[in-house]
């Protein structure tokens, strides 16, 4: 895919400290974009900001997707020292729980899970399209969801089922906002290598007593016929193209990048 120059678009990337949201955010820094990151850790969100800032112009905004007031002020923020925001990378960590089978989800499992993977997503997307229908600005809406909601994974039975509302969303919002210039994609991932996704499956290989790497050659690797996890390069290769204009006529889309770990069709 070509390299697509971003010339300065102002993004906002959530939960981007660490793992999938913090690589996205280099992407899209080597690419030309502005970017705000964000994290609940102070620390975790000094040390990516010290890392990132060689890339080009970032910020950090702290925030705990879980709290109102914390998701209002990080659009709030952001907005202020981006002066503007032009794009949203929606990115979400696991529930606390997780990997966890249906049996042994507790219902204050099941409210972490629909407030981090469903409103949390919803509420920024509603402050973001108020603030341009206000200001009539064009905006675009990526978020970043997992494959398994196509082909469920039965330890991520909380976030599929909670992640999946946001194709949803993402469709409403394209249909409902798309005259005015806000687009929105749901992409749906395979398997990148993170700390979250190494730090879930050590505690699977754990509970099944199996070695850490026959598991992530087992749920990972043979997976796909590349036997490899994605790349970062691929990945934001991907997210600069949808926040392009050469994607407009996508909009309302699911893409899905996993290396063909899915074995079904989409017609």
């Given at each position: 895919m070509?390299?697509?120059d971003?010339?300065?678009?102002?993004?906002?990337?959530?939960?981007s400290?660490?793992g999938?949201g913090?690589?996205?955010?280099?992407?899209?820094?080597?690419?030309?974009?502005r970017?705000v990151?964000?994290?609940?850790?102070?620390?975790?969100?000094?040390k990516?900001?010290d890392e990132?800032?060689?890339?080009?112009?970032?910020?950090?905004?702290?925030?705990?997707?879980?709290?109102?007031?914390?998701l209002?002020?990080?659009?709030?923020e952001?907005?202020?020292?981006?002066?503007?925001?032009?794009a949203?990378?929606?990115?979400a960590?696991?529930?606390?729980?997780e990997?966890?089978?249906?049996?042994?989800?507790?219902?204050?499992?099941?409210?972490?899970?629909?407030?981090?993977?469903?409103v949390?997503?919803g509420?920024?997307t509603?402050?973001?399209?108020?603030?341009w229908l206000?200001?009539?600005?064009?905006?675009?809406?990526?978020?970043?969801?997992s494959?398994?909601i196509?082909?469920?994974?039965?330890?991520?039975?909380?976030?599929?089922v909670t992640r999946?509302?946001?194709?949803?969303?993402t469709?409403?919002?394209s249909?409902?906002?798309?005259?005015?210039?806000?687009?929105?994609?749901?992409v749906l991932?395979g398997?990148?290598?993170?700390?979250?996704?190494r730090e879930?499956?050590?505690?699977?290989?754990?509970?099944?007593?199996?070695s850490?790497?026959g598991?992530w050659?087992?749920?990972?690797?043979?997976?796909?016929p590349?036997h490899?996890?994605?790349?970062?390069?691929?990945l934001g290769?991907?997210?600069?193209?949808?926040?392009s204009?050469?994607?407009e006529?996508?909009?309302?889309?699911?893409?899905?990048?996993?290396?063909?770990?899915t074995?079904?069709?989409?017609i």
């Amino acid at each position: 895919m070509m390299k697509v120059d971003l010339g300065g678009i102002r993004v906002l990337v959530t939960a981007s400290s660490r793992g999938i949201g913090f690589n996205v955010a280099r992407e899209l820094l080597k690419r030309n974009a502005r970017v705000v990151i964000s994290s609940r850790n102070g620390e975790n969100l000094r040390k990516a900001l010290d890392e990132l800032s060689s890339y080009g112009e970032v910020y950090g905004v702290r925030a705990n997707l879980f709290s109102q007031k914390d998701l209002e002020n990080l659009v709030k923020e952001s907005w202020e020292l981006l002066k503007g925001i032009d794009a949203l990378v929606w990115n979400a960590g696991n529930v606390r729980c997780e990997p966890c089978l249906l049996h042994e989800a507790d219902y204050i499992d099941w409210i972490e899970a629909s407030a981090l993977h469903t409103v949390a997503p919803g509420y920024l997307t509603t402050l973001l399209v108020q603030a341009w229908l206000e200001k009539k600005m064009k905006g675009v809406l990526i978020y970043l969801n997992s494959v398994s909601i196509k082909e469920p994974m039965p330890p991520l039975v909380l976030a599929d089922v909670t992640r999946a509302g946001l194709l949803q969303l993402t469709k409403s919002v394209s249909r409902t906002y798309g005259k005015y210039g806000i687009r929105a994609y749901s992409v749906l991932l395979g398997s990148f290598d993170t700390p979250g996704a190494r730090e879930n499956l050590r505690k699977l290989a754990e509970e099944r007593g199996e070695s850490f790497e026959g598991v992530w050659e087992r749920e990972v690797l043979s997976r796909t016929p590349l036997h490899r996890t994605g790349k970062w390069s691929e990945l934001g290769s991907l997210i600069a193209f949808l926040l392009s204009d050469k994607a407009e006529y996508m909009l309302g889309s699911t893409i899905v990048i996993d290396g063909a770990m899915t074995r079904g069709i989409d017609i």
